[in-house]
């Protein structure tokens, strides 16, 4: 069974206005919100095959944060396709992932990560989950969704939500 987890960034600065979007580091609340996440990452596990992140500095700086609590080794492809994309494009991205990767993690950028997992939970979703995800998905929420099938098979409404956990909840 094919798991698809979904990373958003921690909050990032919007400190100086010169600096780019994509450019843009994270704010003190971020980082500390990462270390939550990494500490929850691993207590609960969470094993990628492999790691499709934006290559936007807040996605590569959240992603170093919370490596701490991954597996090493774990291979990660950095792609500037996951940014400032919707969930369309982000479907396809993760449709041409090769079907030797079992559990696939993305880290990126709203709105495409909460379109992508409002399109994909179906039938079978945790229900307060779901719920949590139609109201928001905010910076460093982690969301996790199991499905049958292959990459090229995802569609709508046929995967199960099974969490979303936010930096706040965890604290």
């Not at 958003?8 to 919100?33: C, M, N, Q, T, Y």
């Not at 199991?146 to 979303?164: E, H, I, Q, S, V």
Request: hydrophobic letters at 40%.
């Amino acid at each position: 069974m094919p798991t698809l987890h979904l990373l958003r960034h921690v909050k990032s600065s919007w400190a100086d206005d010169g600096i780019d979007d994509f450019d843009r580091p994270l704010a003190p609340r971020g980082e500390r919100a990462a270390g939550v996440i990494a500490a929850y990452l691993k207590q609960g596990g969470i094993s990628p095959d492999l790691i499709l992140c934006s290559a936007a500095r807040r996605t590569r700086d959240t992603l170093n944060a919370v490596r701490s609590g991954l597996p090493k080794g774990v291979p990660v492809e950095m792609t500037r396709a996951l940014y400032e994309v919707g969930p369309d494009r982000i479907l396809a991205l993760v449709r041409d992932v090769d079907p030797q990767v079992r559990i696939l993690m993305l880290v990126g950028h709203n709105p495409g990560l909460e379109g992508l997992a409002l399109y994909l939970a179906g039938k079978g979703s945790d229900r307060d989950a779901r719920a949590a995800l139609e109201r928001k998905f905010p910076t460093g929420a982690f969301a996790s969704l199991d499905y049958d099938g292959t990459w090229p098979d995802l569609t709508a409404g046929c995967a199960r939500l099974t969490r979303l956990v936010t930096p706040k909840e965890l604290v």
